[in-house]
């Protein structure tokens, strides 16, 4: 298992995602596999740095964790900002054209549609978001 704290700020987000290709790199991690997870780890660590805090700020913890059996991939985002469970958002109505549906929630559904699981939960104070992907 692999983690990274730093300060939940957008300017991060290449820290953030040369961690992840490092990652998934040592992990012999199909290129395909890396851009669906490149998009995934972006919009929930730019969600973070956007809203978690409000106007204040504070860290975002991102653990990588590769699991052999069978083999997957599990990133999971810590913070410590206002309670949010992503996967509560009703998904958007994609049949609709642009201008006709509800700004926001799009990323979100594209992670969910990606991932093979997710998982939210709030402890300890604590945002906890978890996302599988099976290899």
Not at 22 to 33: A, D, P, R, T, W
Not at 67 to 82: A, L, N, Q, S
Not at 90 to 97: A, I, K, N, R, T
Request: with cysteine.
């Amino acid at each position: 298992m692999k983690e990274l704290i730093l300060e939940a700020k957008t300017d991060n987000l290449d820290k953030v995602i040369a961690f992840l290709e490092e990652q998934l790199e040592s992990m012999g991690c199909s290129m395909k596999l890396q851009m669906q997870l490149d998009v995934a780890v972006e919009e929930i660590f730019v969600n973070i740095a956007s809203y978690a805090y409000g106007s204040g700020t504070g860290d975002a913890l991102i653990r990588i964790n590769h699991e052999t059996d069978p083999e997957r991939v599990v990133i999971t985002f810590i913070d410590e900002g206002v309670p949010y469970d992503p996967l509560k958002k009703e998904d958007p109505d994609v049949s609709l054209s642009a201008e006709e549906r509800e700004i926001g929630g799009l990323g979100i559904f594209m992670v969910k549609k990606t991932m093979d699981d997710m998982s939210y939960e709030w402890l300890d104070g604590k945002n906890i978001l978890t996302l599988t992907k099976n290899f």
